[in-house]
């Protein structure tokens, strides 16, 4: 009896001074982060990056699709966001006649031969749900302004999409004959580390997951479920504080138990700040951008799938601009003048299959570092329209100024980047 108790006494005092340990460790580690004498990982803080997690919508807005992960609807619906008693966003989602948000209307052959038209691959940065305009809607009407209905822009980006669906998207457009002259991959920090995104908004529920694929996949039982009326309390779950590097994992398994009841949705949550976390590590370490290096990075089948992409346009010497999507944190660092990891991999896969790489940070060129936020929308990670419009502009102005659209009749006229000078040009010019 005598030995249990000094036992359990032993045991009690072990836990006491290891909670200390750990509170202590963690207290230290929150001024070491304040006083920025060591960074920090926010895996809530980035994967969720605002106090509302996903924005509501007025009615059912997506359906699932087999090849780009969903659809868009055309049913007039609102997409809004509303934190702390202002309104982020508030904008109607108006798709194409295919479901994608393009300043054109699809269609597998071109009305008109003379017609130059380039696909555009991007995420939500691209698609634009929450603003008035996205960018490759404001290129195009740059142009129509200028008097040239020569060229079209035909958005395939959708919110949450990256490389999975880019790549069965270009893959599908390609076995459907849909006519084409050129491809634009509006890459933003993440997107190459992405899965196949799917969404289905039905009446009361909004279910979205990142999967492998739809082979046997059944969203209704395995997607996670978020109800309208639990987001905002979801969100406040998230925005705790900010944890240190190597303290997060003691945290994640408690707040993810307090955040939800759902097996499925914590072990989704869960995976995605792994990969969060991966990325993050990956993008301290300082080890020379190479193809092994973005595998590490973003995995093998990632990187399969893109290498596809980038041959097949190669082949086929199918003209291809890789241009970066800047991002809040990104845009202060690259004032700073740290280099981008996002910059260095597009421009060495550009150097690689002689391609042209566009330096969307470049917008930031002439903003002074203490107004970058202003050009992202509060409580959000997405930038807002004066940003969009910024890179619109400068990719029309390096592009126009290039002439890397044809304006003329002549196809053979249109430059091909198989011309070494013709591609350094363009480089120099982007990376500017």
């Known amino acids: 009896m005598k030995k249990s108790k000094k036992l359990l006494k032993k045991l009690y005092r072990t836990a006491v001074l290891v909670i200390i340990l750990i509170i202590s460790l963690e207290l230290g580690l929150q001024v070491a982060v304040a006083l920025k004498v060591i960074p920090y990982f926010g895996p809530f803080e980035n994967f969720y990056y605002s106090f509302n997690i996903v924005p509501y919508f007025t009615k059912p807005c997506s359906m699932i699709d087999s090849v780009s992960g969903f659809r868009w609807l055309q049913r007039n619906a609102v997409a809004f966001k509303v934190c702390r008693g202002k309104t982020v966003f508030y904008n109607q989602v108006k798709p194409n006649n295919w479901g994608f948000i393009s300043p054109s209307e699809a269609s597998v052959a071109k009305p008109d031969k003379k017609v130059f038209r380039w696909i555009v691959f991007g995420d939500s940065f691209t698609d634009g749900y929450f603003l008035a305009r996205n960018w490759p809607a404001a290129v195009q009407e740059r142009f129509r302004q200028m008097g040239n209905d020569s060229v079209e822009l035909h958005s395939f980006a959708l919110n949450g999409s990256g490389i999975y669906t880019w790549h069965r998207v270009f893959l599908w457009l390609n076995q459907i004959g849909y006519a084409y002259d050129g491809v634009i991959i509006a890459c933003?920090?993440?997107?190459?580390?992405?899965?196949?995104?799917?969404?289905?908004?039905?009446?009361?529920?909004?279910?979205?997951?990142?999967?492998?694929?739809?082979?046997?996949?059944?969203?209704?039982?395995?997607?996670?479920?978020?109800?309208?009326?639990?987001?905002?309390?979801l969100a406040e779950q998230f925005r705790m504080k900010r944890y240190a590097p190597v303290m997060w994992r003691l945290y994640t398994p408690y707040f993810l138990r307090v955040l939800t009841n759902d097996l499925l949705l914590r072990r989704r949550l869960r995976s995605e700040m792994q990969r969060q976390y991966n990325l993050y590590i990956a993008g301290k370490q300082t080890e020379q951008v190479s193809w092994e290096s973005m595998r590490k990075k973003y995995g093998d089948t990632q990187m399969h799938k893109l290498k596809e992409m980038l041959e097949w346009c190669r082949q086929t010497n199918t003209p291809l601009l890789l241009a970066s999507v800047p991002e809040a944190k990104g845009a202060q660092q690259y004032k700073q003048g740290s280099p981008l990891s996002l910059n260095e991999e597009l421009k060495m896969l550009a150097d690689t299959y002689h391609f042209v790489f566009f330096n969307g940070y470049s917008i930031f060129d002439t903003i002074h570092p203490d107004a970058i936020m202003q050009y992202f929308l509060p409580y959000d990670g997405h930038w807002n329209q004066n940003a969009s419009d910024m890179f619109a502009e400068k990719i029309f102005h390096y592009l126009a100024a290039y002439n890397l659209f044809p304006f003329s009749d002549e196809k053979e006229k249109l430059p091909r980047h198989s011309d070494e000078a013709h591609r350094d040009s363009l480089n120099r010019k982007g990376q500017e």
Do not use: Q
């Not at 933003?188 to 999967?211: A, I, P, Y």
């Open 188 to 233: 933003f920090g993440n997107d190459l580390s992405r899965k196949f995104f799917v969404m289905d908004h039905t009446d009361n529920l909004c279910r979205w997951d990142w999967v492998d694929s739809l082979h046997g996949y059944t969203l209704k039982n395995k997607a996670p479920l978020i109800l309208n009326g639990e987001r905002a309390a």
